[in-house]
């Protein structure tokens, strides 16, 4: 299969982030994901219970910006755009109209995405990775998969989702990266001022040490 401008295969699926060698966090009891933002009142949203709720299975590549791609990954979840239309659309502030979406996880990582950029079929809360329940390593409990965004904005470890109408702030750990507003893979979106292209070398040097680093908080080390 064709990847994206700029990407390498590489072999099985590597944890990879801004964790480095930290574990993955401990998983809550009961978890949940709490929904707020220009809503009349935020809701949770109980992990369990994304099990009952229409379920859809993808099969897709993950694309990490710094330059390595896992291929023929299948996730199974729900659908954002069913959470979005089903359980936001309804609850709004009157006049609402949503432009960005933040996604936090549990060991405190944020990604911030346009709205649009989210709502293709193929974007999931995912609670299983190739026929298995996520681990630790990939996000356990439920992650963000959104394959045609590079991996950054795919939020591991989802805790929380909040329905934006302005830009938020950046997260302070992404601005000296300027990562890319919308990290489209296929328009190589990877730098938010410079040419995907121009800092392909740059990203790409960074794969080998954030890898070694990231195995050795992970299950496999
Ligand atoms: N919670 C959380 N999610 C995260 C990250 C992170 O450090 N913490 N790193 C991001 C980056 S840069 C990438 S490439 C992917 C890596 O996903 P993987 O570890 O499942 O390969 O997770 C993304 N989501
Ligand atoms: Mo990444």
């Known amino acids: 299969m064709k990847l994206p ?16 060698h930290h574990p993955p966090p401990p998983i809550p009891d009961d978890p949940v994901i709490a929904v707020d933002g220009a809503l009349t009142e935020g ?5 369990a219970g994304l099990a009952e709720l229409p379920r859809r299975a993808i099969e897709a590549d993950f694309h990490c910006v710094a330059g390595w791609s896992a291929t023929g990954l299948r996730w199974e979840g729900i659908a954002f755009e069913t959470l979005y239309r089903t359980r936001v ?39 299983r990775l190739d026929g298995r329940p996520l681990d630790g390593d990939h996000g356990a409990p439920v992650r963000l998969v959104s394959p045609a965004q590079y991996g950054f904005v ?17 997260p302070d750990r992404w601005s000296p990266l300027a990562a890319h507003r919308r ?16 800092v392909r070398p740059v990203y790409r040097s960074l794969i080998g040490p954030i890898r070694r680093l990231s195995a050795r908080g992970g299950s496999s080390s």
């Open 5 to 20: 401008p700029g990407q390498r295969a590489v072999d099985g699926f590597p944890r990879f982030g801004t964790h480095l």
């Open 43 to 47: 809701f949770t949203l109980p992990v």
């Open 89 to 127: 659309v309804p609850r709004l502030r009157p006049g609402a109209v949503i432009s960005h979406v933040v996604f936090d996880g549990l060991d405190g990582y944020r990604s911030i995405t346009l709205l649009e950029d989210v709502l293709h079929a193929d974007v999931l809360i995912a609670d």
């Open 154 to 170: 795919n939020t591991k470890h989802l805790c929380r989702i909040g329905f934006r109408t302005s830009q938020p702030r950046d």
């Open 183 to 198: 990290a489209r893979v296929w328009e190589e979106e990877r730098h938010r001022y410079l040419p995907g292209r121009i």
